[in-house]
C-alpha cells in the first residue's frame, strides 16, 4: 500500500511563480491578476479549491530575487488577459498582494523544499 500524500488535508500551500520578466510581475501588482502557462492551471486550482490559502511567492527568472508575494483570490477560469501580450498563457485568476519587495535568495537559504528533494526554496 502507498503511503498517504504529504500534501493531503493541508490548510496552506505554497508556489514559487516564475516570470520571464518584471513587467509581469508590475502588471500584477497594479491589477492584482495573474497568469500562467495552462500547465499550472490545473495544479494551482486543485490547491485554490483543496486549501484554506494558496501563497503564491513571485520571483523573475534569473534574477537571484523574490519580487514579493500573494494570496491566491480566486480559481483560474477561462478569460485571457491581453495584459501579457505573450501567447502561451491560460486563464487569469485574482491575487492580492501582501508584499511587494525585492528578497535576495540568499535570505531564504535557510528553507528547504520537501517536496524537491530536500533542495533550497528560490
Known amino acids: 500500500s502507498s503511503s498517504p ?50 501563497y503564491l511567492i513571485f520571483s523573475v527568472q534569473g534574477s537571484g530575487h523574490f519580487q514579493g508575494f500573494a494570496r491566491m483570490g480566486s480559481s483560474i477560469g477561462r478569460e485571457k488577459s491581453q495584459d501579457w501580450g505573450s501567447a502561451g498563457f491560460g486563464g487569469v485568476f485574482k491575487v492580492e498582494w501582501i508584499r511587494k519587495e525585492s528578497i535576495p535568495f540568499q535570505f531564504a537559504h535557510h528553507l528547504l523544499n520537501p517536496w524537491n528533494d530536500n533542495r533550497k526554496v528560490q
Open 5 to 54: 500524500s504529504p500534501r493531503q488535508n493541508v490548510p496552506v500551500r505554497y508556489f514559487i511563480m516564475k516570470s520571464s520578466n518584471l513587467q509581469n510581475i508590475e502588471i500584477s501588482q497594479q491589477k492584482g491578476i495573474w497568469s500562467t502557462t495552462p500547465s499550472n492551471e490545473r495544479k494551482l486550482n486543485g490547491a485554490f479549491w483543496e486549501s484554506r490559502t494558496v
